[in-house]
């Protein structure tokens, strides 16, 4: 199967889904995905992400627009002839085969010789450090060892998309932190196309190369996990990606990429103008917990600089967490590494908190 003419493999044209005839579930997707490319689909429930997955599986129907597959429509193809692997939280698995039966199966369906099914069963299960389990039913292993199969079920007949709907949703977490990095490192070695479903932001930011943000069915950002954290584009991507502070204010004037904003508390700050376009527009400040800083040394000479009230001072191994009153805002928050110089805080302490104006962006009032 090859790509189309401008790249993609994968690609989403102005695809809406209504299940009533009157409410869109997706609103006019339009998505191109690179060949190799592990590309996750994230969002919270009801932002439209497992029903583009769907879509794409041949699950669910779209209501309009086309999707293509190499540059071929596949609208009207059953899911069956798509030669898409798939993988569900729930595994999927036929409860009363062994496991070398769960991985034959798609390849007795695609008529595959006796030979030839053994051979492929006995690489996948290699794939997923499960060679010994071949003669195991479902009933007899671990979540995460259930998971593996299904993922070994999903890549033995060699597909080139491999589709994912919270596949590590039933695990631990430290399993599934575990089989986060199985999972992309399988990618990489494969170059298989992937394309993930999860809600948590972590998952999204560790294994792909580009990540959807999808809310309210649009995708409100598309990029590669770091830019999709440093430069949200708007209030809900970035309150969405990660920990988040925020100070509500109004615009008093722009120039070029940078902003003039007065806090509601009356301070006047400096931020990058991402989501802003005219002085007088009611916009909300992002700032990473991370990019603040109380300790003087290590404040930039031009860092802007703001009184705060320390509230909680938590001490999580590696890091502080800091609670603070900046500007009204009571639940502003300070991430500082565990160092030998760095000053443990008090509640009731009035400090001086400093960030650069670069870590500081005008967004939508949302």
């Known amino acids: 199967m090859q790509q189309s003419s401008d790249g993609a493999f994968v690609e989403f044209?102005?695809?809406?889904?209504?299940?009533?005839?009157?409410?869109?579930?997706?609103?006019?997707?339009?998505?191109?995905?690179?060949?190799?490319?592990?590309?996750?689909?994230?969002?919270?429930?009801?932002?439209?992400?497992?029903?583009?997955?769907?879509?794409?599986?041949?699950?669910?129907?779209?209501?309009?627009?086309?999707?293509?597959?190499?540059?071929?429509?596949?609208?009207?193809?059953?899911?069956?002839?798509r030669g898409i692997g798939m993988v569900f939280q729930n595994y999927a698995l036929f409860p009363h085969m062994t496991v070398a039966e769960n991985l034959s199966f798609p390849l007795e369906v695609r008529g595959m010789p006796k030979a030839e099914r053994e051979q492929k069963i006995a690489r996948a299960l290699d794939m997923v450090q499960m060679g010994d389990f071949a003669g195991r039913r479902p009933a007899q292993l671990s979540g995460g060892q259930q998971q593996r199969i299904a993922l070994a079920r999903a890549l033995v007949f060699e597909p080139e998309l491999v589709l994912m709907d919270e596949p590590l949703g039933a695990l631990d977490k430290q399993l599934r932190e575990h089989m986060q990095f199985e999972i992309k490192h399988l990618h990489e070695r494969l170059g298989i196309t992937v394309v993930y479903v999860t809600h948590d932001q972590t998952e999204a930011l560790t294994m792909s190369d580009r990540v959807a943000v999808f809310n309210d069915g649009v995708i409100q950002q598309i990029d590669p996990p770091d830019v999709l954290y440093e430069r949200p584009q708007n209030s809900f991507v970035a309150q969405f990606i990660g920990e988040n502070n925020t100070l509500d204010g109004t615009v008093e004037s722009i120039e070029g990429d940078r902003c003039r904003v007065r806090l509601d508390h009356g301070e006047v700050i400096d931020a990058v103008a991402v989501n802003v376009r005219a002085p007088g527009e009611r916009t909300r400040i992002s700032i990473r917990p991370e990019r603040v800083e109380y300790n003087a040394e290590r404040m930039p000479a031009d860092a802007f600089r703001i009184r705060a009230e320390v509230l909680e001072f938590i001490y999580m191994g590696d890091i502080y967490r800091t609670r603070l009153d900046v500007a009204g805002n009571q639940n502003f928050i300070i991430k500082t590494r565990n160092a030998p110089d760095q000053r443990r805080l008090k509640p009731g302490e009035v400090i001086e908190i400093g960030w650069r104006v670069e870590d500081c962006r005008a967004l939508d009032a949302a």
């Open 13 to 81: 044209e102005r695809v809406q889904k209504s299940y009533d005839g009157e409410t869109l579930v997706v609103k006019d997707l339009n998505l191109a995905i690179g060949k190799g490319e592990f590309l996750t689909m994230l969002g919270p429930s009801g932002s439209g992400k497992t029903t583009c997955l769907m879509m794409l599986a041949g699950f669910e129907t779209a209501t309009h627009g086309e999707i293509r597959l190499g540059g071929r429509p596949i609208n009207q193809v059953p899911p069956h002839k």
